[in-house]
């Protein structure tokens, strides 16, 4: 099983991103799928997170501007972010409590890096 992100880049104060993040290998389900980042020097930090019947949450700081997604079928979970500031800058993480091999475990991306920068 492996949960790989793709998406992340270089973009300026206020433009848009969007990121994805796909989980394969010999899955049975899949609980909560979410996204976390983390900078330099800080702990990682919840983004958002959104259960299989696509109940989602969100911190405080990207509330209105961010939207999590999932596609269930293709085992996949997004992130769309808008109206990027430089605080948003840090390698993002997506994450999959994933039930496989009669067992459930919580699985990581190795992360994506977003740059929001004039």
């Known amino acids: 099983v492996q949960v790989v992100e793709s998406g992340g880049g270089l973009v300026q104060p206020g433009e848009s991103l969007s990121l994805s993040c796909a989980a394969s290998?010999?899955?049975?389900?899949?609980?909560?799928m979410g996204w976390y980042r983390q900078t330099p020097g800080k702990q990682r930090e919840l983004v958002a997170v959104i259960t299989n019947e696509h109940s989602a949450n969100y911190a405080d700081s990207v509330t209105g501007r961010f939207t999590i997604s999932r596609d269930n079928a293709k085992k996949s979970v997004y992130l769309q972010m808008n109206s990027l500031t430089p605080e948003d800058t840090a390698v993002y993480y997506c994450?999959?409590?994933?039930?496989?091999?009669?067992?459930?475990?919580?699985?990581w991306g190795k992360g994506t890096l977003v740059t929001v920068s004039s």
């Open positions: 994450n999959a409590d994933i039930i496989a091999g009669g067992e459930g475990m919580t699985y």
């Open positions: 290998g010999s899955i049975f389900s899949i609980r909560d």
